[in-house]
């Protein structure tokens, strides 16, 4: 599956963003649905995933919300609350067979980033 996530911007502190994730490819409702982020000099962090449930990273709790269309073959990422320290490339991946959604190294397909700027 090929992704192409877009939606990105520049918002002030408190603000809110949708990201989406355009995806190709057959069979999109099979796969995990993952976002995660990456801010200058740090890792690659986990945000949220998405299959038939979701799970979120302690950061994204409360304020942010995966949801997909899988008649659309996209996923999207509600970003409510949006802090500064949320600033960061945000990536959509996703990945089909067995892994663990939290980590990077399940994930197969990658999307290219969309850049999240968040001011004070």
């Known amino acids: 599956v090929q992704l192409q996530a877009f939606g990105g911007g520049l918002v002030q502190a408190g603000g809110s963003l949708r990201l989406s994730c355009a995806a190709s490819g057959r069979s999109f409702s099979s796969y995990v649905m993952g976002w995660f982020r990456q801010a200058p000099g740090k890792e690659r962090e986990f945000v949220a995933a998405i299959k038939w449930s979701t799970e979120y990273a302690d950061s994204a709790k409360g304020r942010f919300t995966i949801f997909r269309d899988n008649a659309k073959n996209t996923v999207y990422l509600q970003m409510n609350s949006l802090k500064p320290e949320d600033s960061a490339v945000y990536y959509c991946?996703?990945?089909?067979?067995?892994?663990?959604?939290?980590?990077?190294?399940?994930?197969?397909?990658w999307g290219q980033g969309t850049l999240v700027t968040v001011s004070s």
């Open positions: 991946a996703a990945y089909r067979h067995s892994g663990n959604w939290f980590e990077r190294s399940s994930y197969e397909n």
